[in-house]
T-cell receptor, first 117, second 111 residues
Framework: DTGVSQNPRHKITKRGQNVTFRCDPISEHNRLYWYRQTLGQGPEFLTYFQNEAQLEKSRLLSDRFSAERPKGSFSTLEIQRTEQGDSAMYLC???????????????FGPGTRLTVL | EDQVTQSPEALRLQEGESSSLNCSYT??????LFWYRQDPGKGPEFLFT???AGEEKEKERLKATLTKKESFLHITAPKPEDSATYLCAVQVGGSQGNLIFGKGTKLSVKP
């Protein structure tokens, strides 16, 4: 299977702990996005990488959140000092803009479900 | 502010009963409109991209259309396996490509 993969699929943690999620994009995709989805809502954009450069961050991404994409391959999203409000599904998507293309299709991974107790 | 609104929030159909889902949008400049399907506990699965008013795309029992203010996802003779949440998203010109999603329409198809 050559789709987007995310690990772990589920994470339960206690308030105040740090957690880290990993996303492995489709191999030839240079663009990588993180979204957060809560129950009954659509995904909300968090941050965007083109290759290894983080080019955009949402206002939703507080200073407790940090994301990296070393070498432009996999990405990690870390949440420090977790709060109950951080409980959500964290989704990763990847895409590749073709030269002269109108837009790029984002393909999503299965997500990491975070529960903060 | 760029905004996407989907209606209805939930739709219950009998197998074979055709219907449409609506996605209305208010954006500064539309680069593309996307439809995704999401099953419980899974990530969104790509269905269609529409770029300009008048465009239509089809896949099996699904047909997506686009006007200057809204998009419709028509479902013809649905089957129980079509039950899912259908998400609409827009990509806005001038952005880095992030998608702005609606809240989705939860479709249930009963046999």
């Amino acid at each position: 299977d050559t789709g987007v993969s995310q690990n772990p699929r589920h994470k339960i943690t206690k308030r105040g702990q740090n957690v880290t999620f990993r996303c492995d994009p489709i191999s030839e995709h240079n663009r990588l996005y993180w979204y957060r989805q809560t129950l009954g809502q659509g995904p909300e954009f968090l941050t965007y990488f083109q290759n290894e450069a983080q080019l955009e961050k949402s206002r939703l991404l507080s200073d407790r959140f940090s994301a990296e994409r070393p070498k432009g391959s996999f990405s990690t999203l870390e949440i420090q000092r977790t709060e109950q409000g951080d409980s959500a599904m964290y989704l990763c998507a990847s895409s590749s803009r073709t030269s002269g293309g109108l837009t790029d299709t984002q393909y999503f991974g299965p997500g990491t479900r975070l529960t903060v107790l | 502010e760029d905004q996407v609104t989907q209606s209805p929030e939930a739709l219950r159909l009998q197998e074979g009963e055709s219907s449409s889902l609506n996605c209305s949008y208010t954006v500064s400049g539309l680069r593309g409109l996307f439809w995704y399907r999401q099953d419980p506990g899974k990530g969104p699965e790509f269905l269609f991209t529409l770029y300009s008013a008048g465009e239509e795309k089809e896949k099996e029992r699904l047909k997506a259309t686009l006007t200057k203010k809204e998009s419709f996802l028509h479902i013809t003779a649905p089957k129980p396996e079509d039950s899912a949440t259908y998400l609409c998203a827009v990509q806005v010109g001038g952005s880095q490509g992030n998608l702005i999603f609606g809240k989705g329409t939860k479709l249930s198809v009963k046999p």
